[in-house]
């Protein structure tokens, strides 16, 4: 089985405001895909805690939401990308707890766990891009 | 930019979220709230969030702030309204409230913000305590 | 084989219409004894044959181009509803098989001038016949998972035992993916009845996992997020070792032995918040 893509859109993220159009572009095609509630919820707070980290740590970025077709299944798909300074140590990053910043160190762990699939591409000094994924049940 | 409204009742701040927050607006929040409690000598905090759609980990440090701030200026905060499909996001994503209340509406919240005797006159709350009150 | 052909081929089934229909016909209706009547047979035949001429007519020459568009829908739309009836996999796909019959005759007697053409036909149904069998196989798949459904739905109720109690009776094996169910049931429950008490009776279930035990635990922590209590109640003895010997932390979780503990425990929590608060109002 082969995953489509139905729909796509182009989002940047250069402010706080961008911020929360990307939450609520999310949670539309959430929405539109047929997501259970709670998994729309999850991906939509998956969508907030990485287009901050793309703001914040990326230094700003773009998003691009698609919507995707996987047999009876319809899916929500979430790339951010920016041309940051990257992550050097992945596996400390993705560790609980463990922030570069003032946050909370759960931003790319705590999204992780909210989806179905989740992938990371970072390096020093070649930008971040993460993809984000999850399905109608 | 837009700010949160913060309404007074009694010896209560009651603040109501009812649209997806910017993070700027959050923080606003946050200090206005702290300016209002010493303001007012509030003893209580009411926030409800039965409008929010999604507490991220931003949003949740901003509560587990605001409860923080006001415990030290001396006021309680209770956090109302969170949906149930927000809880279970905010299980999975491993923010916890710590130090801050919660009731399921803002009238069980009120509830928890009336201490037990609050409204017994200070000179009858004596007489009570007193070993050998007269009946 | 381009348009030409494919207008060579629609010309083959329009000229031989009446021998393949009938032949066709015959098999199916042996075939279906009693399940289809012939004139319903007759009738989903005729649509095919249509569609399938139709298809041909327009250009189309192999299965999956825009032309035959109506034809892969009618053939979907036929094989969900005898996947609905119960029909079995053969009894479906006999229906498309048996427009080979006809075309076998006519090879056989050769005396149609391009044996290649009906080559290429029998080719095309054979690969209808293939898209019936996918198209019953989801048509099923799809009921199976909407019954599973259902059964999990049903299997979890939710009941309120008192003003400000919700309790949730967990009968038999828990996965992980029940256990997601009645977590979002419960706490939706909690917000439609105003409910700070919610009991999680685990009585009769046998056995819990690691993945089950954090799945509860996560319950009552989102529950308390939501300003409710939850009491987990009937914890077998060998759930409780379990639990202890994969080294859950149940931290300041509230157990009961029964849900009667159970339901005195948050009545008597029920009452004292009630007298606080009469009090706090006097």
Redesign the interface.
Known sequence: MTADPVTSERLAITT??D??RV??AV?GLAQGAKLS??D???L??AA??LA?NTLIYGGGGEAVLSVEANGRRTGVRVEFRDDGPGIPDLDLAMT?GWTSGS??G??L???R??VEHFEIDTGPGRGTRVVIASWSR | MDSVPILKIGSTLLVSIQV?????SALQLQEDLAERITQTGARGVLIDISGL??????I??MLSSIAGISRVLDATTV??G????????????????DGV?????VE??L?LL??????TAPEQLLLELAPDAPA | MPAADAARLAAILQDRRGEIGAAWLDRVVTELQGRITRAEAEREQTEIFDALVGGLLAGGERLDAPSFDSLRSLLSDLSATRARLGFTPRETAVGVFALKEGLYDIAGRGDTERVDDVAALLRLVDDLGLFTFESFAAAREGIISEQAEQLLELSTPVVKLWEGVVAVPLVGTLDSARTQVV??KL??T??ET???HAIIDITGVPAVDTQVAQHLL?TV????????ECTISGIRPQIAQTIVALGIEFGDIRTKATLADALVAALRANGS?RT??A????
Do not use: Y
Not at chain 2, 101 to 105: E, N
């Open positions: 706080d405001g911020v929360v939450r609520q949670r509630l709670v729309q919820t999850k939509v707070t907030s805690e901050r609980d946050g909370l759960l931003g762990s705590g999204a766990r909210l | 997806d927050l910017q993070d700027q759609e999604i507490v991220d980990s931003f949740g440090r956090v109302v969170m949906r149930p499909a927000v809880a279970i996001t905010m299980v999975e994503l491993g923010l916890s409230f209340r919660t009731a399921l509406d069980k919240g509830r009336q201490p037990d005797g609050e409204d | 977590m979002e706490l939706q909690l917000v105003g409910s700070e996560k922590v989102a529950a308390r997020l939501m300003g409710a918040a606080a608060a009090v706090a109002g006097a």
